[in-house]
């Protein structure tokens, strides 16, 4: 069966600091990656999608970037944090070909500081 | 940009209530319709899926309702437990898989 894994679960960060969240995916192949947001008071983003290796679009301008290394590995990344990144951060993946139901990770909870 | 809203935003009900929860989006080439369920603090867990050639799906107590031409959705929950309390989020999807999510609805089911 398919698993997703995110960690941390939680990360307190100074302002100014890097970030490298990390998301992996077992038990398939090829698989849609994702990167969503949540913050306070506010619904779910879509921050950036990946639908092979290296392949990277963004929804929204920001201060974060994506990569994906490896076919099943997400991750989120910034040089220098702002107060506005705090959130919960959802990496979720669907199968790459005829797949529609997106499945999420436990999430990160980041507080920038 | 596709935008979705969630009505009511909070909802309080006593246990074995019949529940009936409102998504609705502005962009009608809709490629599906995705409830999610999520504990706090938690990830989301994937209720029901609705293709854009469907009316509707059931899961259990649960069904949910697309109406693209009027843009609406609706997620209808038989019989409420405790358990249910959570929060209740509908995603419009797009191509590529890219999900629009509402603000959710805050659901609370004592006993």
């Known amino acids: 069966s398919q698993t997703i894994h995110q960690w941390p679960a939680t990360l307190v960060q100074p302002v100014g600091s890097p970030l490298s969240l990390e998301c992996t995916v077992e038990g398939t192949s090829n698989p849609n990656l994702y990167w969503y947001r949540q913050a306070a008071g506010r619904g779910l983003q879509l921050l950036f999608y990946s639908v092979g290796i290296g392949q990277i679009s963004s929804e929204v301008p920001q201060n974060l970037s994506a990569s994906r290394p490896q076919d099943r590995q997400f991750i989120l990344s910034s040089k220098k944090l702002l107060l506005s990144d705090s959130g919960f951060y959802l990496c979720?993946?669907?199968?790459?070909?005829?797949?529609?139901?997106?499945?999420f990770g436990a999430g990160t909870r980041l507080s920038v500081l | 940009k596709q935008e979705v809203t969630q009505i009511p935003a909070a909802l309080s009900v006593p246990e074995g209530e019949n529940l009936v929860l409102n998504c609705s989006f502005t962009?009608?080439?809709?490629?599906?319709l995705q409830w999610f369920r999520q504990d706090p603090g938690k990830g989301l867990t994937s209720l029901l899926l609705?293709?854009?050639?469907?009316r509707e799906q059931t899961s259990g107590r649960l069904n949910a309702s697309l109406d693209k031409s009027s843009g609406r959705s609706t997620l209808y929950i038989a019989a409420s437990q405790p358990g249910d309390s959570a929060t209740y989020l509908c995603a419009g999807g797009s191509t590529l898989g890219r999900l629009y999510f509402g603000r959710g609805t805050q659901l609370t089911v004592w006993p």
């Open positions: 962009d009608s080439a809709i490629y599906n």
């Open positions: 609705i293709q854009s050639s469907q």
């Open positions: 979720a993946w669907r199968l790459g070909q005829g797949g529609n139901i997106q499945y």
